[in-house]
């Protein structure tokens, strides 16, 4: 993802009056944010403010480095002389965002990109109603800030001129892209007037990449001068008059194999010295693979540690059964396997082959075969190889949100669940629905729209997806818990055997579609009541109609979902009927189409009529039961069960 502020304690809010902390104090919750007063104001009955005796501008000084954003109440120019002498480096520097008194306007001042300030103001904006105001040139492009369009995949950003190549896209100049490992999927979020190519350049041998060109292909001076983007788990190799940029990967896996004592300073010269002479980025590298027996290794744990990178240890019965190009009967001796260093980073790279997300398949992933480096004044010898997996390693645990969007209408989404919306890098839902929360979207977020019949594939799809460490929205219509994809997610992951905390898992209720179709017609649920969908897909007819007839024996007040499709016109009449043996024709109905929504369609009628009006799949029924009363074309049903015989 960008960035998330909601989980901690990383955002200040900055005001000076009672009229400015109000309109802070609205987000002050949904934002987790801490609102700093002056100490004039602490007698005015504020609880939940820290308070300052300085200067704001001192104050600022010594609270600066505390937060990772700022969200300033004032007027914009007294906020960019209060932070003028503060900021340092875009890259390091808070986001900085400016409110005005009446929160009519949440401004971008600064680290709009990899402060993640553009993307706070959107959220800012949603919660309190506002207009955004992004002046960046990529929002205009609706492209994600190039200098950030690899956080959410823990690519590491390395040389290059970041800013003419920022600026060449913002002019929209072809701009050559060239990858050769890592997942393609943040090519999905691209809008279809970008600016990218992806066709690989031609050598001086007429070859397109590893391919010929066919007759008619792209001229070798096509793109020789425009700018460049190296998505690559090689070493940076800048041109000098063509601007580049480089984002590594985490693709390459590093395979230890030592004599016992190696130092910290053996291990760090041999990986640097294979990697500078095999021509690898160190940036590239996703994590160290070694024998268990090795887990206690002082040197590599050393190493492993300054440069964070993991260890991953396998017993030798799993290194054993791997084939390599070079065993060893020496090794196998020592350890009963007869490689250690091939077969750990094999066993490494292959284990996250399994996602279907990649560029391509390497079918040979063993990138440099075992080489045994030496040190003079260093006692032992360490052996390295390395693999490239087809994927990335994100390096963080997934999440899966599983977000109740309401009836469609973004007023009627909680916000929480627009937040959760916001902050994830993938949403996956039906296409109705991301129709319906389109302008929450975010540039570069992935969304993938699916149809209606593929609610299994949807699911798996979103647990793939987290399960490599992306933080992954499922989005339903009502709540996501209520005939929805709350229920077939948590099955999936039950299916595969989920320990109940990788990934994460976080619930996010919406406005069912029960609630909001009363809401349109009164107050029709005020007793008992029960749902039943008429759709026989996933359960048998049989079984409905028994609790069809105990609904209606029962008289519950009934809501209706899937009540009629295409294809499957039958069951509204036969469920209508079972209803008219144990009530009066004129029970009022309810007969609610698209609430809330653009086409919304309300009907008010009677069981005995309810069927001579247009009934769909996006409708909700709601029967009243014996006490249920129709006034004035409101629908009310008595909290006590008034005239009951």
Known sequence: MITNFS???????????????????????????????????????I??????????????????????????CLAT???????????????????????????????SLAGGHQGGAD????????????????????????????????????WLKGEGNWTEVSAAISRQETVQVIQDCGSILWRNSLPENHNFNFTPPLNKGGLRGDQALSKGGIREDKFENCSQIYITYKKANLAENTPQVYWYPRVLWVGIGCERGSSKTLIDFAIKH???????AMEAIASIATIDIKADEVGLLEFCQENNYPLLTFDAETLS????????????????????????????????????????????PLLVSKQIVKMEGEKGAVTVAVAQSDLEYVKSNGKLSLIGIGPGNLNQITPAAKT????????????????????????????????????KERAQRAIELAQWGLNVGVISSGDCGIYAMGGLVFEELAEQNWDGKQPSVQVFPGISALQSASSRVGAPLMHDFCTVSLSDLLTPWEVIEKRLNAAAMGDFITVFYNPKSKTRTQQIYIARDIFLQYRDGNTPVAIVTSAYRENEQIRVTTLEKMLDFPIDMLTTVIIGNRSTKNYQNWIITPRGYLGFE
């Open 119 to 154: 993307f706070l103001t959107r959220l800012v904006a949603e919660h309190l109603g506002a207009i955004p105001i992004l002046t960046g040139s990529s929002n205009a492009n609706n492209l994600m800030g190039i200098d950030i369009m690899g956080n959410s995949y823990n």
């Open 274 to 280: 294979i990697f500078e002479t095999q021509n690898l």
């Open 420 to 455: 959760a919306i916001m902050e994830a890098d993938v949403i996956i839902g039906y296409s109705l629905y991301i129709d319906l929360i389109k302008p929450l979207f975010y540039p570069g977020q992935i969304v993938e729209s699916w149809p209606i019949t593929k609610e």
């Open 7 to 45: 989980d901690s304690k990383s955002i200040a809010g900055i005001a000076t009056n009672l009229s400015s902390y109000n309109t802070l104090n609205s987000i002050c919750q949904p934002l987790n944010l801490d609102i700093w007063l002056p100490n004039t104001l602490s007698s005015n009955n």
């Open 47 to 72: 609880n939940n403010a820290l308070f300052y005796d300085s200067s704001l501008k001192e104050n600022l000084v010594d609270i600066w480095h505390k937060y990772n954003a700022f969200v300033f």
């Open 321 to 364: 059964k791997i084939e390599v190009p070079n065993p060893s009967k020496i090794v196998n001796q020592e350890v009963n396997t007869p490689s250690v260093a091939e077969a750990a980073c094999l066993a490494a790279a292959t284990n996250l082959n399994k996602f279907n997300i990649v560029r391509e398949t390497i079918s040979n």
């Open 77 to 107: 120019g007294a906020v960019v002389r209060l932070i003028a002498d503060l900021l340092e480096n875009k890259a390091t520097d808070p986001a900085i965002l400016v409110i005005d008194e009446q929160g009519k306007y949440v401004i």
